[in-house]
């Protein structure tokens, strides 16, 4: 049974950093290109991050460039988002995506709420 569950959420001030976790299982990791996509109420998903299935190649919304780091554990199956400098417009529910290389076939987490507020 494929699997994606996120973790790491949770409520922060403005200027500090939370960590996000998405723990794969149910299918060959490495096969497989991870994203992070968010969405905000009232507010269409967005591309956050991306890692390529090796982790050689990474790619970011400009929204957070600088601030956001993906990277992920093959043996662990794991990708993860360290989230730096959080603002109040990055708060949203974090999804984890797996897209298998060279194919449409994609799978979803249920998300994790990030709040970003004083």
């Known amino acids: 049974q494929v699997q994606l569950v996120e973790s790491g959420g949770g409520l922060v001030q403005p200027g500090g950093s939370l960590r996000l976790s998405c723990a794969a299982s149910g299918f060959t990791f490495n096969n497989y290109v991870m994203r992070w996509y968010r969405q905000a109420p009232g507010k269409e998903r967005e591309l956050v991050a991306g890692?390529?299935?090796?982790?050689?190649?990474?790619t970011y919304a400009d929204s957070v460039k600088g601030r956001f780091t993906i990277s992920r554990d093959n043996a662990k199956n794991m990708v993860t988002l360290q989230m730096n400098s959080l603002k109040p417009e990055d708060t949203a529910v974090y999804y984890c995506?797996?897209?298998?290389?060279?194919?449409?076939?994609?799978?979803w987490g249920k998300g994790t709420l990030v709040t970003v507020s004083s």
């Open positions: 995506n797996a897209v298998r290389v060279n194919s449409a076939m994609a799978y």
């Open positions: 890692i390529t299935s090796t982790g050689g190649g990474t």
